[in-house]
Structure formats: structure tokens, C-alpha cells
């Protein structure tokens, strides 16, 4: 038996529209995110959002504001109650913890290997568990480091000439420390928390050492780190109790010498004292991390990813969303780089008006000297308790006088590798 006429006529109505032009059936994503959740970042994302919706009037972006702190273990929630969103930003340890899961959509039947080639190298290659890339990358903010060029040369060092060592950095912080004892020589976070051992992992990875393999927390090159720290903590350079973002505000004030820190360190700093991109650029500067013993320095990836998962029935949709957030070159511009500060994956862009804002010296540094040196980070189910451990051992090392032997030796007893 046939529908009667008026609900045919009302479907053809519903479906063709009173333009009489044919519209596709709209479908509405659920775009789980922190940015629409921080004052900073809210209207960049909606703008980019409203963009997007324009673009594509058969998709709907219904935008779900959750704390970054609490992305993780809402995201763990809804997978486990079968309402997980479309969509989800990620970042860190949390993308490879909801892989774990078996909830995410594998992304290399959406994104071939001709569209993975115009990203950046590096760019994708850690966000491949197996055969699988779990995540794509939205934007991009190593770490570097960033030092004041006044400060230095109130110390009679050469601002045009940043330390390249760690020995050089050592022999700075002692010049900068004598010219001006109220300065906080060194801004690095030794706190106890996740995101602290991903800043600390390139220093770690600089002496050479890896706790998390067999027997490496209380190797020498694991208690020569926690040596290092404990001799600049008590030379006064580093102030142990400070999370990396309060350092930020201090640095803009000229209290910082140097800072390893994110590539968003000159949008904070302009928005704190308004100065000019010339007069930031006469200021401060960055380099990679100086090399260590063993010859190298290194940088961790402190980006945010784009994952869609499994259970999500409009997948076609969620990339297409995807990939404008991403690569879309309105949505680099508003977002990825006015807004977020950060750098984006695709290798070029070919807006004018885009490539001109990252052709400035602190993105050079970062997109062709810091980049490359990404060090890959212990991410996966342990790595919650290895950051609780390793940095518990940490500011033991910056706070008390216990033997550093000591101190690597209950690392490696309780990480029990």
C-alpha cells in the first residue's frame, strides 16, 4: 500500500525545497572540543564552524563544549554508554588512550597516501599505531627555546648567539644568574602531571635516557638528567613549583632569561605587553633545545589532533569537517594561526595572505630547525603512570637532597620495567 498523496507531495516539498532546487538530506555531527570552551579560542572555532556550515549547507555542526581536562575521561564515558560524538580535538597521551579503546575510526581509507604526502614530514608518521592512523593532525606546536635577548645581554652574552650545548646553557644561566640574581633563569615544568613529562621527555631523551625501557630509569644516563636538574634547582635557576603557563606572563615581563616552551609563546607574549611583531622579533628569539651529551637536542609535539570514531554514522561528513579544520586555508588562517597560534601540517599553502603569516622568523625556526627533532613520546595505556612516577621522582630531585641513585632506583622499582 502506497503513502496517500500529501505526505508524498509534503516529502517532495521536505526534499526539493520551495526553490525547487534539489537539497541533500542534512546531517548534523557532533563536534566534542575544548576550543569552544575557552574564552580564547571560542570565537575562532565558532567562526571556522559557521564557515564550514556555509560551505556545506547538508551538514550541521552541533559543537559540544568540554573542558580539556576532562576530554579524555568524557570521551572514555560516552564510548562506554555507545554515544560517543561524531568528531573529537585530542591532544597528547589521550589520543593513543582512546585508541586503546578500540573506538576510533582508522582515517587511511579517508586520507590517501597522495593527500598525506602534502603534510609536513612528520606530521602524520606518529599518529600510526600499526597499520592504522588513529588521528589526523590539526595543528602543530612543538616546544623550543625561547630566550630574552635583553636579558642576555645585560649578562654580556651575545643575544645573536643562544646556547647550542647543554654545557653552553649551563655556563649562560651562571652569567645571567650573576648579572641579575631576580631573574628565573630557566622556565621549565617539573611538576607532577602528565603534560610535565612530555615537556620533560626531550631533556630526558638529550642525557640519553629512557626510563620506560628495560632497566633505563636508574641507568647513569637517567641519573645524570635528575643530577642535571637538582644542580640548576639549587643554583636557584629554575623555580620547581611553576606550571609552564605561568612562566608565560613572567617571561613577557622580562623575569624569565629562557623558556621551553610551545611556538604559542609569541601570541601570549604580544597579547600580555602589545608589542608589535618587530619589536618581539628585536626581543626574544628561539632555537631548538641545546644538544646534549650524546650530541642532540630534541622537541616533543604538544599539537591537537582531529579522531572520529567508529560508532559514528555520518563518517563521509565527519572527514569532510575534518579536513577543512586541518587543511582548509580560511580555516589555517582564522584558527590554526590567528587563533591558536600554532602551525599547520600541510607542507605550503597557496594563499597569499596565509603564507605571509607564517613567513616570520619564529615559525622559520620552528617549522625547519625545531620540527625536525620531534622525539617520539612513550604515549600509550601506561604512560598516565609513567608521568606520575618519573615526574614524582623529578621533583624529588629539584626539592630534597635524597641520593639521585636512590630517587632512579624507586623510578625503576615502581615503573617495573
Known amino acids: 500500500m502506497g503513502l496517500p498523496k500529501r505526505l508524498v507531495s509534503a516529502a517532495l516539498i521536505a526534499f526539493v525545497g520551495l526553490s525547487g532546487t534539489v537539497h541533500a538530506e542534512q546531517v548534523t555531527l557532533k563536534f566534542a572540543n575544548w576550543a569552544t570552551a575557552e574564552g580564547a579560542t571560542r570565537d575562532g572555532m565558532e567562526q571556522v564552524i559557521s564557515a564550514f556550515e556555509a560551505e556545506n549547507p547538508d551538514i550541521k555542526i552541533e559543537s559540544e563544549s ?7 575521561r568524557q570521551l572514555v564515558l560516552r564510548l562506554r554508554s555507545g554515544n560517543p560524538p561524531d568528531v573529537a580535538q585530542v591532544a597528547g597521551n589521550d589520543t593513543f588512550a582512546l585508541s586503546s579503546t578500540g573506538g576510533l575510526e582508522p582515517l587511511q581509507g579517508y586520507a ?3 593527500f598525506l604526502d602534502t603534510l609536513k614530514p612528520g606530521a602524520y608518521e606518529p599518529l600510526m599505531v600499526g597499520e592504522d ?7 602543530q606546536a612543538p616546544a623550543g627555546l625561547w630566550y630574552n635577548k635583553k636579558l642576555m645581554e645585560d649578562a654580556g652574552l651575545d643575544p645573536e648567539d643562544p646556547p647550542e650545548t647543554i654545557d653552553e646553557l649551563n655556563e649562560a644561566m651562571a652569567a645571567i644568574r650573576e648579572a641579575n640574581p631576580e631573574v628565573i633563569v630557566l622556565g621549565i615544568d617539573t611538576t607532577n602531571r602528565a603534560f610535565a613529562l612530555q615537556a620533560n621527555w626531550p631533556w630526558i631523551r638529550a642525557f640519553g635516557a629512557d626510563p620506560v625501557a628495560a632497566g633505563g630509569a636508574e641507568s647513569e644516563e637517567m641519573q645524570a638528567y635528575l643530577g642535571w ?6 643554583k636557584g635557576y629554575i623555580d620547581p613549583g611553576r606550571k609552564i603557563g605561568e612562566f608565560r606572563p613572567l617571561f613577557a615581563q622580562d623575569q624569565v632569561a629562557f623558556l621551553w616552551d610551545q611556538v604559542l609563546v609569541q601570541g601570549v607574549i604580544q597579547s600580555t605587553n602589545g608589542m608589535s611583531a618587530e619589536e618581539f622579533n628585536a626581543h626574544y628569539g628561539v632555537v631548538p633545545m641545546p644538544a646534549g651529551p650524546g650530541g642532540k637536542g630534541y622537541s616533543f609535539e604538544g599539537g591537537h589532533q582531529l579522531v572520529m570514531f ?11 569537517f575534518m579536513k577543512y579544520l586541518a587543511t582548509n586555508e580560511a580555516a589555517v588562517k582564522t584558527y590554526t594561526i590567528e587563533t591558536n597560534r600554532s602551525i599547520p601540517p600541510a607542507k605550503s599553502v597557496g594563499d597569499p595572505a596565509v603564507a605571509e603569516l607564517l613567513d616570520t622568523p619564529v615559525i622559520e625556526a620552528f617549522s625547519n630547525d625545531i620540527i625536525p627533532t620531534i622525539s617520539p613520546m612513550p604515549f600509550g595505556p601506561e604512560f598516565a603512570e609513567y608521568a606520575t612516577v618519573i615526574m614524582a621522582g623529578v621533583q624529588e630531585a629539584v626539592t630534597s637532597d635524597r641520593p639521585v641513585a636512590d630517587i632512579a632506583s624507586d623510578i625503576q622499582n615502581q615503573i617495573g620495567n
Not at 66 to 72: D, H, K, L, P, R
Not at 229 to 234: A, F, G, K, N, W
Open 229 to 234: 636538574l637538582r644542580d640548576i634547582s639549587e
Open 66 to 72: 568540554i573542558a580539556f581536562a576532562e576530554m579524555a
Open 310 to 320: 567508529r560508532d559514528s554514522q555520518h563518517k563521509e561528513a565527519a572527514w569532510k
Open 133 to 139: 592512523l588513529i588521528a589526523f593532525p590539526w595543528n
Open 112 to 114: 590517501d597516501k597522495a
